[in-house]
């Protein structure tokens, strides 16, 4: 069982809510710089609200990544 599943809360400052995703730090920075987050190394945890932002905000690169991976 990882942390998500022992319930831990997001990573995101001023959020208290469960988390529901880990994802790696790079990948939030690449997509999310704005985002302020408490911790800068490993995974960050997000609750379901911002990991909804968060794939809002990479819908197009996931797609330009997608293409990539066809072409290949």
Same mark, same amino acid.
């Given at each position: 069982?990882? @942390?998500?599943?022992?319930?831990?809360?997001?990573?995101?400052?001023?959020?208290?809510?469960?988390?529901?995703?880990?994802?790696?730090?790079?990948?939030?920075? @690449?997509?999310?710089?704005? %985002?302020?987050?408490?911790?800068?190394?490993?995974?960050?945890?997000?609750?379901?609200?911002?990991?909804?932002?968060?794939?809002?905000?990479? @819908?197009? %690169?996931?797609?330009?990544?997608?293409?990539?991976?066809?072409?290949?």
């Amino acid at each position: 069982m990882g @942390r998500v599943g022992k319930g831990v809360k997001c990573s995101v400052k001023g959020c208290e809510n469960r988390a529901v995703r880990s994802i790696s730090v790079v990948e939030l920075e @690449r997509a999310w710089k704005e %985002l302020e987050i408490e911790q800068t190394a490993g995974r960050i945890y997000l609750c379901e609200r911002h990991y909804k932002e968060y794939k809002k905000r990479t @819908r197009k %690169l996931r797609k330009i990544e997608k293409w990539r991976w066809m072409k290949q």
